[in-house]
């Protein structure tokens, strides 16, 4: 099995920038898309990134898109979720996830990842 934990979650404040962080162990040999969802107070898990082995041709949610950068370093079995431009509607537990190469990266969208990490906490106060 895979293991991924995330890191790096806090206080801010609007406008601030912050980094999370994703390290993965176990059977990764093969190659493993990396996608980071979030889950805002009150509601509903939501897509935010994903990327391939390769790191090409990285998927956005709408809502992020030209604030988030998302990025992997595959000799540390580490990727990464650059967070620019905060706002308190980024509050969040936010979740690392990985899953086999041979899912369309695009399935991310719909959460379908095969091993999940346990969250790390962002506010964001305004």
């Known amino acids: 099995q895979v293991q991924v934990v995330e890191s790096g979650g806090g206080l801010v404040q609007a406008g601030d920038s912050l980094r999370l962080s994703c390290v993965a162990s176990g059977r990764t040999g093969s190659g493993y898309h990396i996608g980071w969802f979030r889950q805002p107070p009150g509601k509903e898990r939501e897509f935010v990134a994903t990327i391939n082995w390769s790191g090409d041709s990285p998927i956005y949610a709408d809502s992020v898109k030209g604030r988030f950068t998302i990025s992997r370093d595959n000799a540390k079995n580490t990727a990464y979720l650059q967070m620019n431009s905060l706002r308190s509607g980024d509050t969040a537990v936010y979740c690392c996830?990985?899953?086999?190469?041979?899912?369309?990266?695009?399935?991310?969208?719909?959460?379908?990842?095969?091993?999940w990490g346990k969250g790390t906490l962002v506010t964001v106060s305004s």
């Open positions: 996830a990985a899953s086999e190469a041979m899912r369309p990266l695009e399935a991310a969208k719909m959460g379908l990842m095969d091993y």
